[in-house]
């Protein structure tokens, strides 16, 4: 049985992990899998956003173990190969959705950390869990985690093995909302509807320039580097065409028409 199964629903690819039984342990050949299937979506101009899913009872609780064994024995290939299937996602041109039906442990945790947006269920919790396995944070883990919490939490949850429920995850802003598991699929279809008449070169233009201005230290270096975006946006198509027509309305409404 696969590891995963991609969907596609208008602009919006769906990628469900399948491997419910095991709790959705992520295996060398899955991780590489999953990053081909991702990476691909990138060529597929009809797909705008992309949404991960865990299956039955859990997100992803991180690693099989035998990889870590294997490291354990000096070879680390697998190791990195795990790391591929989040670092597909975060490196991804589209906008990511983590929908957290259970737990996100270890390595599951970092793929949901590196998707743009949250949803979790009331079931679902956060945990890192490398402590417990005498492991250093893996994965950029240790990176991602005080950017989303803050240093405090993030040294809580690292050090002292805590972990986060939904709700609270939700009150430290590292999910955007909490709801029942049925209903996460359908909340992010709902947010992301309007997107379908948003040109999807400007999407991935948009998302790209966000990365790049976390790098400006200056206000007036952002300025002038969305001022070279935004000119460039305007001159296309899809925008040409909706000044012209929200002047058109606004014509009409002053008319009396």
Known sequence: MAAFELSRHQHVALLSLTSGQKRNLLTPPSAMEIAAAVKQLAFEP???????????????????????????????????????????????????????????????????????????????????????????????HGWLLPQLIGWQQ???????????????????????????????????????AELAIVPAELLRQTKQSMRELQHCHQHAQAVEFEFQQQFYSIQQPAAREAIAALQQRLSEKNTGL
């Open 154 to 192: 993030a040294m809580a949850m690292l050090f002292c093995n805590e972990r986060l429920s939904a709700e609270r995850a939700w009150q430290y802003g590292l999910v955007k909302e909490v709801m029942a598991a049925e209903q996460l699929w359908p909340r992010a279809l709902e947010m992301t």
């Open 46 to 140: 009809e797909i705008k956003v992309l949404c991960v899913q865990g299956s039955e009872q859990a997100f992803c609780a991180g690693a099989d173990l035998s990889v870590l064994q294997h490291a354990a024995d000096g070879d680390g290939s697998e190791l990195k190969q795990l790391y591929l299937a989040f670092t597909a996602v975060a490196d991804s041109p589209l906008l990511t959705i983590a929908l957290v039906n259970g737990p996100a442990v270890g390595a599951g945790m970092n793929l949901a950390m590196v998707c743009d947006i949250r949803l979790a269920s009331k079931d679902a919790w956060f945990e890192s869990r490398f402590f417990q396995l005498a492991l250093h944070p893996g994965g950029g």
